[in-house]
């Protein structure tokens, strides 16, 4: 993985000097994360060195028994399957491979119907991941999945067809786990659902899918690595993107964090890195708002407001250096010139080009970016990506001075719903989502 940070230096106040300045700081965060961890606090940075024979012994007997695999998990618990998934099987997966990979993280009814109906019920095996063992949407899906299971194959069987990744302690899928005997895999206790997906939440369905876990934790392990060198901010990738972060809100006031794709497979990427930046850093009054972009196709959407918008944005680029597949552009009219330029190029390189051509567009009007380059995309480069951003993600919260750990916001939701729906415990939280909603209906409209 390479990364240029040339274009987001020199131009304001975020100097070679400013970044280098903020080492001690650094230094600081990285030794409190290394203490946490030691502490057993915080786990993810043990995950590369895990054994991972009980997922792969699981995911072998789902690989050899089931036409259909449907993941019941919503956020941190889904996101990382999403993006394995999308990065490296892709949507044409389904059509000629099985089990077919299918995620219900929504309780849109739509979407749960239809995937119920393209998934052969008996000869499906649902995995529901929830840390919590409580999230309503994944808890209303699973029970979705077992009323369709025991209708189709009885009680016994049902149970059977179903695997639950969760806290190895707490939780109503533990218990459940241990009352009536449902497999499960344990999610650490000192790992957090966006933290995860080196654990078993992104590695069973790796795994299901055919997917060399073992090369994604080894990229993931010698990406902590390079996380950890202390000789310059720049050689740190974790440090270089948590401090360039941190500069650009906090010098110049730049409260936006584009993340910007260029390769469609890193799509989902970008959504796992949209919650893992939000759901970490925003609280306390402070954060960074993180959005998402594809490339080439935002430039024709959003690149003018980056340009010329307010200027409240740091940019992160990210591209591949060798496409899978590419095709040469045919030279067919030699005397058009809008047509003619393009004959003979491959599609890979004018993809590229256009991010170096937004990329500059930018920086002549002082927006600044810096640009990931994955040699290509595979375990290993994903398992590095992954691991990177986890770590500049907490580190940046020891310098913002939060817990980038926790997600009172998220709880509070979450209670909220309890209460609407009738959750014994929670009636109160129930009238007073009733109470706040209700002042907020000011007009009816009719049309
Ligand atoms: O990162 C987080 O902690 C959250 O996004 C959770 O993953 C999400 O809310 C789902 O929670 P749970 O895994 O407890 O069902």
């Known amino acids: 993985m390479r990364i240029a940070y040339g274009l987001a230096l020199g131009q304001g106040r975020v100097t070679l000097e400013a970044l280098e300045g903020l080492r001690e700081r650094l230094l600081e965060a990285q030794q409190w994360l290394e203490e946490e961890g030691a502490r057993g606090e915080v786990g993810f940075m043990d995950l590369p060195l895990q054994d991972p024979s009980p997922v792969l012994q699981v995911a072998r007997e789902v690989r050899n028994l089931y036409d259909h695999f449907v993941l019941i998990g919503i956020g941190g618990s889904s996101l990382g399957a999403q993006t394995l998934f999308d990065a490296l099987r892709g949507p044409s997966y389904n059509r000629h491979s099985h089990p077919t990979f299918h995620i219900l993280d929504n309780v849109d009814p739509v979407k749960v119907e239809k995937t119920m109906s393209e998934v052969k019920i008996e000869a499906t095996c649902f995995c529901v991941v929830s840390k919590s063992g409580s999230t309503a949407e994944s808890m209303a899906n699973f029970l979705v999945a077992l009323g369709l299971l025991q209708r189709a194959v009885g009680r016994e069987e049902a149970r059977k067809r179903i695997v639950f990744i969760t806290d190895p302690h707490r939780g109503t ?13 344990d999610i650490p206790s000192n790992v957090g659902g966006r933290f995860s997906v080196l654990s078993p939440v992104g590695l069973f369905p ?25 000789d310059s901010v720049t050689h740190n990738p974790a440090w270089l ?8 809100q906090t010098l110049e006031h730049r409260g936006i964090s584009v993340m910007m794709a260029y390769h469609e497979r890193l799509s989902t990427f970008v959504d796992w890195y949209r919650q893992l930046w939000a759901e970490s850093l925003g609280k306390d009054g402070k954060g960074q708002t993180p959005v998402k972009a594809i490339g080439a196709v935002d430039q024709h959407s959003q690149i003018q407001l980056y340009n010329e918008g307010p200027r409240d944005k740091v940019i992160t680029f990210l591209q591949v250096e060798n496409f899978a597949l590419d095709h040469e552009i045919p030279h067919l009219y030699p005397h058009k010139p809008a047509l003619a330029y393009l004959g003979r190029h491959r599609l890979g390189e004018l993809l590229k080009r256009e991010l170096i051509g937004t990329a500059s567009a930018l920086a002549k009007r002082g927006v600044p970016s810096i640009t990931i380059t994955l040699p290509k995309i595979d375990e290993a480069c994903m398992g590095a990506l992954f691991m990177v951003y986890e770590m500049a993600t907490a ?5 913002y001075g939060i817990n980038p750990f926790d997600q009172p916001g998220v709880e509070e939701g979450k209670q909220l719903t309890y209460g609407l729906m009738g959750r014994e415990g ?4 129930g009238y007073e989502a009733q109470k706040i909603w209700e002042k907020s209906i000011k007009a009816s409209l009719i049309v």
């Open 173 to 185: 899928l533990r218990e459940l786990a241990r009352e009536e005997g449902y497999r499960s895999l």
């Open 426 to 429: 929670y009636q109160d939280k």
């Open 206 to 230: 790796a795994a299901v899918l055919g997917i060399d876990v073992k090369r994604l934790l080894e990229g993931a392990s010698r990406a902590l690595e390079a996380c950890k060198r202390q």
């Open 395 to 399: 580190l940046s919260g020891y310098l």
């Open 241 to 248: 993107i948590a401090g360039l972060h941190y500069l650009y």
